[in-house]
């Protein structure tokens, strides 16, 4: 069994980054031109890192499936970003940043990481603002923060309701300045279809230029992949409708380790699924809660009456109850399954019966609706557009739906796979939010990695690659390149009965009832056994018309859905595999009695890493376990 | 001189000047409009501003030669852009659904010309005098071209009103749009105001074409009425 | 309440931008009045897909009208009938049983068509390539406090900001102008302290980038403000005419 090593400098943990950064390897700015960086992707993550290394020297070539980069779905990351600059004054830290973070994550992320994370957190609010991210202010001129998800200090900055937005275009415009300068060649409505890889180390991507239908091989000294989560092998999340799994898991295929596929976050705050046509979920900002408060009636019976003719003593204010101290402000992972639970109690409201109330009426009565209008205003508003519904006068109805990622491809402290070569950033890898991210925490781990990260560590492999270049007369990229078209032909030459879609909501139907918020060893034994059938109906029934050669979101959709049935299968594994409850992922198995979820330090305090051999049902589980040598592992309490 | 080639060339410079030139041609638009209006106030006054006017010599035709400069501008200037506004939308809509665009701002370029055209008509009935030579013979009393009784008489005819008050309504239609439009390009029309001035500007546009028309109108309704000649 | 809908959608079809375009007539049925326009699409386009009918060719992406990746002209309107809302979020509700709706792409020079309702923005790119940044390295930042910003100041900055980059603006536009979307990315960077050095240079490249992308000029219908998904305010067009002008006298007349 290969071991991983996750290179971790030593010494003391305040210390460890400050040491790698100086014992890291440096490539002399003449040089940097000589080396080309493909960056796939460009949301927080891969715009901020290719404009970085642009702005370094270095050659790079970004890809994006969008037409332009600032549509990556960072963009639509609502609530804000943390950083631990205490300019509140209520006793944040770095250190308190770190805990609050590895606590969140229900000790399941690395202490090193972690601990990076929270250290430069600072530099990202100033580089930000530097940028002209219009970050909101008091009065006095200065920058205003509000206490966001589960934190008990005011460390979250924010831009109204579109924070991700403004931090997406400040990057963005960084990287437009570098597309200028002629340092990053940017390569939009273009998809990543597979990874080259030339005497095990990652040197190239094949990709479709999504517009004309031509398969190109490119070819680099290293490849960065910031291609995001896997949430829409879901089907119905709360992703962009683009987003999906195939640069990481074709990485997967090629030799990179998939790490923890089963953690998923599963966000509370989102409005319900309303039918069967229905095409993502959408999210909102879980800012409400400071303000709202969750209920569904004590009686099954109500749950069909208007919410204004519950009495109050018939309303169960089912978080108020269960977690007294942080109330309705309990963490994303302890709502969501909380709400599931009244859910399948039958006590959900609204026509599916797959919702609960959060309502506004007792703030609206202290403050006044104006008060309420002028902090959640727009999400107001946003929930009228889908619902028709006023939520100032009937308590909105949310229920959770799957939003972010924690699991990604294995890295180390460089950000680099166990494939030489291969980076992985922001969402798309494993790294920081252990089982659980916190809010706010999604926004600066994507720009930790592209601005403050990545530029300091590329070195260390690129000083290793001097004089190895390779370019795509290499067989490996010929090889790879006919693989993908063969495949795409493929696909087209099927002409079955039923469309891509339907095979994809089948499997994320599947998978939200099996492999959802609550698992099960039955459960997650059924998915495996159903997937792969799902995955054969799909290569012998699937209707993908059009041409290769030609502009065809069916044929991109077809790819994706694909790959999310081979992923979906290793996710399932994955979670089968773990034999605890922790953070996102909640074995139904393994609670107390209260309900809550149980960890199993002893043998599962580690990061499983999954090689695929051939058969994704025979992946290999490798481990690196996590030592905790500055935070105490305790039993993550909210009550 | 290169500063100002490119400056010109530019989309926003060529705006620029259309709503400089307009808002020069506004002010004379009004200017003209409150000395016409002493008409009201007898012969006695017009004449005297007439003749002032007339006394100002090679200035009157400074100020003349500017103002047709800034009306030659004007119209050059907008028809570039209209060219180029073409240019910029080859497939038009099947549908055509316009939210906020009013009669006036759609019809700018078709309003301006027939105006264009009017002013020529109208130069030629009341300043060159080219279609009733003998008007430049006609005195007052004080011995002073009595430009007062041939205003009146020259509005006597039904259709030379009729042709006044279509150019008086198109210009004023043009200015309701002109108006707010200058107070845009020109870089002024902050958040506060825009709405005010996007309300004022028809009907500062309406009250020019009353100021303008109630002197025909009055020539035609006898209720002013020219000296004897 | 939900209900259903059944509809009459005459869709723009182009294979490519060689090829001649047309409308095509197709039925969409049982259309739950819950559903957002995409969703509509989407099952027309599975219908469509059972017929062994090429599906229609739309951008879309977050569906949560902050991307700004989707287009369409509804009924002659960009984003449809409802304002401040994107085509994404426009659902179902505001049509009414039988109504026949014409689906046409945005119309504009500098947006060369590529399939069915689907155009190339990337003139817009070139005109944000051209100065719509700060030039700020990674690293190099001094406290985001120390430069403090009035909060007038940020507000009117963040309402600028809001821009999607849709290009709604220019596809409403009569004259095909894409001023709106030069005047948010201006305005937002000269309002705030950081954008200072380089505003002189940003609002001439900009204007230049976009002129010579061939859109129109403004002409002030405010058509733009209208169908504006962000709600950016025309008044930002008034503002960048001042930029500009500034900006090209200061260029030209030196005073170091």
């Not at chain 1, 149980?598 to 992946?619: C, L, Q």
């Not at chain 1, 589980?621 to 592992?633: K, S």
């Not at chain 2, 665009?101 to 078709?110: D, E, F, Q, S």
């Not at chain 3, 405010?222 to 008044?235: D, F, G, L, N, T």
């Amino acid at each position: 069994m290969a071991t991983l090593d996750s290179k971790i400098p030593s010494g003391p943990l305040e210390k460890k980054w400050e040491k790698h950064k100086f014992d890291s390897k440096l490539v002399n700015p003449a040089n940097r031109r000589k080396y080309t960086v493909i960056v796939v992707g460009s949301g927080l993550a891969g715009a901020s890192a290719a404009a970085s290394l642009g702005e370094m020297g270095y050659n790079v070539e970004c890809f994006c499936y969008q037409d332009s980069p600032r549509r990556a779905h960072s963009i639509a990351a609502q609530g804000g970003i943390n950083a631990a600059k205490n300019y509140p004054n209520d006793g944040d830290s770095v250190q308190r940043l770190f805990y609050d973070t590895i606590k969140g994550g229900d000790f399941r992320a690395r202490e090193a990481n972690v601990y990076r994370l929270a250290e430069v957190s600072n530099s990202i609010i100033d580089q930000c603002t530097a940028m002209g991210v219009p970050f909101a202010r008091e009065y006095g001129g200065l920058l205003a923060n509000r206490s966001f998800g589960g934190a008990q200090v005011s460390r979250t900055f924010y831009a109204r309701g579109q924070t991700g937005q403004q931090l997406l275009l400040g990057a963005y415009s960084g990287l437009c300045n570098q597309i200028a300068a002629g340092t990053v060649k940017m390569h939009p409505r273009t998809e990543m279809l597979d990874l080259v890889v030339v005497d095990g180390h990652a040197k190239g991507i094949i990709v479709r230029d999504m517009v004309t239908g031509k398969i190109e091989a490119y070819a680099a000294d290293t490849v960065l992949l910031a291609t995001g989560g896997y949430g829409n092998v879901f089907y119905l999340s709360t992703n962009a409708k683009g987003c999906n799994v195939t640069a990481t898991w074709r990485a997967h295929k090629k030799g990179a380790f998939f790490a923890n596929p089963c953690y998923t976050q599963i966000h509370p705050t989102c409005i319900p699924v309303h039918g069967d046509f229905q095409s993502k979920l959408t999210l909102m900002s879980e800012s409400l809660r400071n303000d709202g408060r969750v209920w569904v009636p004590k009686k099954k019976e109500d749950c069909g009456k208007p919410p204004g003719e519950i009495a109050e003593e018939d309303r169960d204010y089912y978080l108020e109850r269960k977690y007294p101290s942080f109330g309705n402000l309990a963490p994303r992972d302890i709502s969501s399954r909380a709400a599931k639970q009244v859910c399948d109690e039958g006590r959900g409201v609204g026509s599916t019966k797959l919702g609960v109330y959060l309502d506004f009426s007792a703030a609206i009565k202290r403050l006044g609706e104006n008060v309420i209008r002028e902090r959640y205003g727009n999400l107001f508003d946003m929930y009228h557009k889908i619902t028709g519904e006023d939520a100032y006068k009937v308590p909105m109805r949310i229920f959770p739906a799957v939003h972010y990622t924690m699991g990604g491809l294995w890295v180390d402290y460089n950000l680099m796979s166990n494939l030489p070569g291969l980076h992985v950033l922001g969402e798309a890898n494993f790294s920081d939010h252990g089982a659980n991210r916190l809010g706010a925490s999604a926004l600066m781990q994507g720009l930790a990695d592209g601005y403050f990260v990545m530029p300091y560590t590329i070195g260390n492999y690129l000083t290793t690659q001097t004089g190895k270049k390779v370019t795509t007369d290499h067989p490996e990229f010929a090889k790879a390149l006919e693989e993908v078209k063969a495949r795409t032909e493929q696909l087209l030459a099927i002409k079955g009965k039923r469309s891509v879609d339907s095979f994809h909501r089948e499997l994320g139907l599947l998978l939200w009832e099996k492999c959802g918020m609550g698992r099960t060893e039955q459960s997650l034994k059924e998915a495996l056994a159903k997937i792969p059938q799902i995955r054969e109906e799909f290569w012998k029934n699937v209707n993908v018309l059009g041409e290769s050669n030609d502009l065809n979101q069916s044929l991109e959709m077809a790819g994706r859905v694909a790959d999310f049935l081979e992923f979906g299968e290793l996710m399932c594994l994955d979670a089968l595999e773990r034999r605890e409850s922790c953070g996102g992922h909640f074995r139904e198995e393994y609670q107390f009695p209260d309900g809550e979820a149980k960890r199993d330090d002893e043998n599962f305090a580690h990061v499983a890493a999954w090689e695929y051999v051939g058969d994704i049902a025979k992946s290999v589980r490798h481990i690196e376990p996590l030592n905790y040598e500055n935070v105490h592992l305790a039993v993550r309490s909210y009550k | 001189m290169k500063a100002i080639i490119s400056f010109y060339q530019s989309s926003i410079g060529k705006k620029w000047i259309v709503a400089l030139t307009g808002l020069v041609l506004v002010g004379f638009v009004t200017g003209h409009m409150i000395g016409n209006l002493q008409i009201f106030l007898g012969p006695e006054a017009l004449n005297k501003y007439a003749a002032f006017l007339q006394g100002l010599g090679e200035l009157l035709w400074v100020i003349r030669g500017v103002m047709l400069a800034c009306l030659g501008i004007h119209i050059i200037t907008t028809v570039l852009l209209w060219i180029q506004n073409n240019a910029a939308t080859p497939q038009k809509y099947a549908v055509n659904n316009p939210q906020a665009a009013t009669i006036a701002a759609k019809t700018m370029i078709v309003s301006g010309l027939i105006v264009a055209s009017f002013v020529v008509f109208h130069l030629l009935h009341f300043t060159t005098l080219s279609l009733h030579p003998e008007w430049k013979l006609w005195e007052d009393p004080e011995g002073r071209h009595d430009v007062f009784s041939l205003v009146i008489v020259g509005f006597r005819d039904p259709y030379t009103t009729g042709f006044y008050l279509l150019g008086l309504f198109l210009l004023c239609l043009h200015l309701s749009h002109g108006i707010q439009s200058f107070i845009q390009t020109l870089g002024v029309r902050t958040r506060k105001i825009a709405e005010p001035i996007s309300f004022a500007s028809p009907y500062i546009a309406g009250l020019i074409f009353l100021g303008y028309a109630s002197i025909p109108m009055a020539s035609i309704l006898h209720l002013i009425n020219p000296l004897p000649h | 309440m939900s209900h259903q809908l059944n509809l009459t959608l005459k869709v723009w079809r182009q294979k490519n931008a060689g090829t001649p375009g047309k409308f095509v007539e197709y039925p969409a049925q049982n259309i739950p009045t819950d559903c957002s326009f995409l969703e509509m699409l989407d099952i027309v386009n599975e219908s469509l897909v059972q017929q062994n009918i090429e599906p229609i060719a739309f951008d879309h992406d977050c569906r949560e009208g902050i991307c700004g990746m989707c287009s369409l002209v509804i009924n002659g309107v960009a984003h449809g009938p409802e304002r401040a809302t994107t085509t994404c979020q426009l659902h179902m509700r505001h049509f009414k049983d039988g109504d026949t709706i014409y689906i046409e792409p945005w119309r504009v020079g500098a947006f060369p068509l590529i399939k069915d309702l689907i155009v190339d923005r990337n003139a817009l790119e070139r005109i944000q390539q051209a100065g719509g940044f700060i030039s700020a390295r990674a690293g190099g930042a001094p406290d985001a406090n120390s430069v403090p910003i009035p909060k007038q100041n940020a507000d009117a900055a963040m309402d600028a900001a809001a821009c999607i980059g849709c290009g709604a603006c220019a596809a409403a536009c009569p004259n095909s102008s894409a001023m709106l979307f030069v005047a948010a990315k201006v305005s937002h960077l000269a309002l705030l302290p950081q954008g200072q050095p380089e505003r002189t240079r940003r609002a001439l490249k900009m204007v230049k980038t976009m002129d010579s992308e061939g859109f129109g000029n403004c002409t002030n219908y405010y058509e733009c403000e209208a169908v504006c998904p962000a709600e950016i305010k025309s008044s930002f067009i008034s503002m960048l005419n001042r930029e500009y002008v500034f900006a090209a006298a200061r260029d030209s007349v030196s005073m170091i």
